[in-house]
């Protein structure tokens, strides 16, 4: 789509779509502190164009209401907040219909700016970048939508359509990458975030990386074997997890009467020994690969080879921890707290999954999670 | 009402009347453990009505759903849940149009009940227990209401029209009781709860007790003269509360540009110096009564002297903790269940407030709550 | 003994006895929170003698050490403390040495004091006042050595002389009280704390109360019988702390190759069925009491009875929480921060146990600790 | 020291020449869980040699204790503790002359061992990774012992002989290292841990680093113009962490009377300007450095340039998250668990410390903490 104001007005409608099969009710509430109510995802990322394009560059544009700006800010302390504080997962108000008209606000100021101002290059960036976040937060919307009906004691379907998975079964397949420099980091005119940036030179040693994702079955053998209750497996953290957790399982698997289901978009289903294993934390990666007996990709193995394998519908944890890349700068003032602050703790994960937005991603992107999470649609490419 | 079909649509009708004002979103959220969400008092409180009266004793009676049993049971372990456990505040599902459709099909159920059969004296019972537990549930509709919109920073209004709040004036009069024996408990032949009989002789030593609530304006000097910074007045107990919760006044209170606002059911209001003092921890009333040098009455002192002043504008806390009287058996069954297991810990208020429903409460009600909440409409009556 | 120099003499010494089997790692740590090291109740009951008596009454003390204020200061937030925050548990230093050197300097200052000075009405009894908090320490030393020693894995032994209980069987046998008029709380001339004080009258209704205290045989029945895993019999609180702290016995009991063994003073040894239950929370003293259809004396019949049975083994729960009498005043001062700011969330329990001093309780003596404490000697005795 | 005996006795004296300071009860206690008494350290380094040496190897060895297997086993569950679970801080027993009773024991069989046993190479292999290890502790004895001291409310020092630093001011000089390829991790033939093995390359871009350690004078400034005030420098993580730490400066540093002091093992002090800055957390280098608008150093830069500038005062910490070098593999058994288990969540230091054991570092050893920890002896070196 070349025209920005048809690739707005397609991204925005997107995530309406996507929340179209949910109740007023699903949209409020927040099970875990990672997980944010759905009508919150609308009204952060209207707020992002209110706050970065539509207020310092649309003359004459009234702001929906001065008081959003705490409830929907996700980056700062609540500046300015006289007289109570805020907590997403407790806000019954603005009510959904009130954010959908701050969402249909924001659209109008949009278009009137699109339609009628030259775009200088910041003020493209900046609203690229807002698409390119919106799009974050369409795959956070199926993440948490999932997370919040997945633990609702009725198990409720999200949509009875379906959501399809791609069935394919393990080749047993490996790929030899040869000892060497290469080159890793975003290439190209495009959109990319800035932790991609600063394109530069790995050395490698000779590796073996998988051409198909661990699946179901094989995952189950590991479950089965008592993967969960051998410590040598896991990280001193991972099996500190696993204890407090009481993990023996994906989350959203269930045993139910000897059989293993998972709770699926479409409603509890019964687990599929052919698709990719999803919902993984790092730590159950990683005891996994230990298990096989080999280990998990770094992100510039990843990178590497990304030419040479399918990738798309799981993000792949690697063993590589989120840090800046040689020369990395954070940009200037708000948006530069997209990134930077964020690089500790965590490890990168590579591709994307089913539910990341077409386009979206790219070989050079570098998604990040904390080692313990299994909410997003996460899996395992294997390598030694 | 001396008809009991009669009685039981005006209870039920009066829940659903409290409801009427919020939006959908409003019936989920739940911001802090001890607060339900509208839904959950909407749904529990039908519960009742389908397990204890309409499963046992309607013949034909056919179930709304069995999984309701366990979202909306407040008694028993979930037991039966087979997959997942519940949690009262992340429930998006049954929705507020199911629950509705649920209280209907109970309603319906007590109507062909209440139009067909004759009413043994256990069946009469538990259904008037049941009005009265529904009557309890409106009371907690209103303060938990009050609780979800009072912490959401819009600070929405829960009614436009204005909830009445009688103005006084302290009279500073006092009563005086003579030493001797006084008769407690419940006495008559109409309902009361399990914890009320046993009417008992209790000795009482002279004691003067204030034939008015203490007011804002009373309350605010405390405040204003350091009462919530000098531990002399506070339980060590209360003190720690103070301390790690860092309060200053009453629940609700706010001081914008110097001048002490309140949210109330309409609103962020001026605080009245001429009411009653609302929402106060028994904490805060022992140390607002110590700092007077005077202290609060024990329930049994409440109930001799209640004849002569007036109450049932605020829950009065006492100094008595909440006990078996002598002679106290618990019901058999899971009704048993229902005051007994809670004695230990809590303290007793005695009246009744602006919130409670018309008819409900009397001089021998025993209500209970630990000593930190607020969120009563709870006030302060003197004595020595 | 009437002179009060050998009575100082002889507390302080008893206190100083009852270390003497410690090695000095023993006095150091502090495994749970109610639990001071021994070395904090050595040094905190030698601060009371020099702060409230010898720097204000005996001119030209030097103060040991100033900092000691604080390290040994149970009273009062750390004031002045400039540089860092104690921490009991924490505190290598001062080293026992140095307390006991604490202890024999002001030994010798109250020497001086009360072989110069006639001691006025208010000087007696603060110093009377001292010694029974020393006493108190006393049994705190007991039950917080035998904490320490009997959570440490290799389970030393404080003694090997033993520590005598005396055996005895349950009489079976009741006494039955008439209804009437009662009068309780301190009577006579010698030394009482604050809370005993305003001998009152009650109105007690008939009832019956056991001679005789119940046996480890009895209670484990109510073991063995699931007592622990039947929430019938417990209160709310009671059974979720069953629940979180996963009790199935007393403390210091361990089911070892199928034989109930329980951890004494002397070691491990094996239970013995004949002796009076002991180490009993409140919860666990009231649901024993429901199992057996019965339920725990109030205070008020415990001191109505009480010269009609033996007691001084255990201390025993009542059913009473710990409020203040009718006209209870605290003293000025410090002092009064003794009893009065504990009433609340706290049960009674009356008596003594083989663990108190020698005539340091009395029949209207008022001891009192959260219901889920078993730390101390605590035992049970039945009403109905 | 070319006799293994001669170097196990070095060794072993000199962990015991670093507790003669120390008082009895100062080898108890462990403020927090990250600091271990010093009796555990002693008598863990005892348990090594014995359970991975003696036990194995010496024919005819008796254990000392069997309980002592799970009081100083720092890496297994503690399998076959029938009665109770154990706690470092709280125990006071085994006390201290038993544990020295144990090293004694232990060091008789090892020069038994040593004095009459030719060693195969697994068995020397072992006995240098125990020494290794213990020097490890004898690090740790020191850290400890700070803390230990240093937070208790007297600031006793350990030792008045003074523990001597080098003083040395900021040269402000940088060293450029070209881009290329670095070949790091372990090369030669002594003892090193197995996570510096698999020597390999590394492509580095053109960097530079500084040859001197940032200053305490330079720190303050950082301190003094608000660094712990502006989140813009740090992390999200580490911001939180300054947050609900309350952090203002180095651990060990108080203001006092407006000057700023630090506790030293010879006790409280005056900051030294010259001095390099100490006990600082990675979240407080990273923001120092990002407050310059530099940042620090990845530990194979930091590997690259170390020959050519002077290190050892401090542990540095470095840029590099703790993860595996390629083709990394854990040694079989127990010994496996030493290295790759804490590979996830912890940053790299390198360089070794003025309380580092002489001779126990080199150029490729990876030492690795947490990133809010500020126990160690850790300062930064910055790069750009």
């Known amino acids: 789509m070349d025209n920005i104001l048809d690739q707005y007005k397609a991204v925005r409608k997107l995530t309406e779509d996507i929340c179209a099969p949910l109740k007023k009710e699903d949209y409020v509430v927040q099970p875990v502190v990672d997980v944010s109510p759905p009508k919150w995802h609308l009204g952060h990322?209207?707020?992002?164009?209110?706050?970065?394009?539509?207020?310092?560059?649309?003359?004459?544009?009234?702001?929906?209401?001065?008081?959003?700006?705490?409830?929907?800010?996700?980056?700062?302390?609540?500046?300015?907040?006289?007289?109570?504080?805020?907590?997403?997962?407790?806000l019954s108000r603005p009510d959904v219909d009130d954010v959908y008209r701050y969402r249909s606000h924001v659209d109008q100021g949009m278009t009137r700016l699109?339609?009628?101002?030259?775009?200088?290059?910041?003020?493209?960036?900046?609203?690229?970048?807002?698409?390119?976040?919106?799009?974050?937060?369409?795959?956070?919307?199926?993440?948490?939508?999932?997370?919040?009906?997945?633990?609702?004691?009725?198990?409720?379907a999200y949509t009875r359509q379906g959501v399809s998975y791609q069935?394919?079964?393990?080749?047993?397949?490996y790929l030899t990458m040869k000892e060497g420099i290469y080159e890793i980091g975003f290439e190209g005119t495009g959109f990319c975030f800035d932790n991609e940036l600063g394109r530069h030179k790995v050395y490698l040693h000779e590796f073996n990386i998988s051409k198909s994702l661990v699946t179901n079955r094989e995952y189950l053998e590991f479950v089965e074997e008592g993967g969960y209750r051998d410590f040598r497996y896991w990280h001193a953290e991972g099996w500190d997890w696993v204890?407090?957790?009481?993990?023996?399982?994906p989350l959203?698997?269930?045993?139910?009467?000897?059989?293993?289901?998972?709770?699926?978009?479409?409603?509890l289903q019964e687990v599929q020994p052919a698709a990719p294993v999803c919902h993984i934390s790092y730590f159950e990666a990683a005891a996994f690969a230990a298990w096989k007996g080999m280990?998990?990709?770094?992100?510039?193995?990843?990178?590497?080879?990304?030419?040479?394998?399918?990738?798309?519908?799981?993000?792949?944890?690697?063993?590589?921890?989120?840090?800046?890349?040689?020369?990395?700068?954070?940009a200037a003032g708000a948006v530069g707290e997209y990134n930077g602050k964020f690089m500790v703790n965590q490890m990168v994960l590579r591709g994307a999954s089913v539910a990341t937005s077409a386009g979206h991603s790219r070989k050079s992107y570098r998604n990040f999670f904390h080692p313990q999470h299994q909410w997003q649609f996460s899996g395992i490419r294997l390598a030694e």
Do not use: C
């Not at 609203?127 to 939508?145: A, K, P, R, S, V």
């Open 167 to 173: 069935q394919h079964d393990a080749t047993g397949a």
């Open 45 to 90: 990322t209207a707020w992002f164009f209110e706050t970065f394009v539509l207020k310092p560059s649309l003359p004459g544009y009234r702001e929906f209401d001065p008081q959003y700006n705490f409830v929907f800010n996700s980056y700062y302390e609540t500046v300015g907040a006289r007289v109570v504080r805020t907590d997403r997962g407790n």
């Open 243 to 249: 204890k407090s957790k009481g993990s023996a399982a």
């Open 252 to 267: 959203y698997w269930h045993e139910v009467d000897g059989k293993w289901m998972h709770y699926t978009l479409s409603g």
């Open 295 to 330: 280990r998990l990709p770094t992100e510039a193995e990843w990178e590497a080879a990304a030419d040479q394998f399918n990738w798309g519908e799981r993000w792949e944890w690697t063993n590589s921890a989120y840090l800046p890349y040689p020369g990395y700068k954070r």
């Open 114 to 156: 699109l339609e009628t101002t030259e775009l200088d290059a910041a003020l493209s960036e900046i609203i690229t970048l807002g698409l390119n976040h919106e799009q974050q937060h369409q795959e956070l919307l199926y993440t948490d939508i999932k997370y919040i009906l997945g633990h609702n004691p009725l198990l409720p």
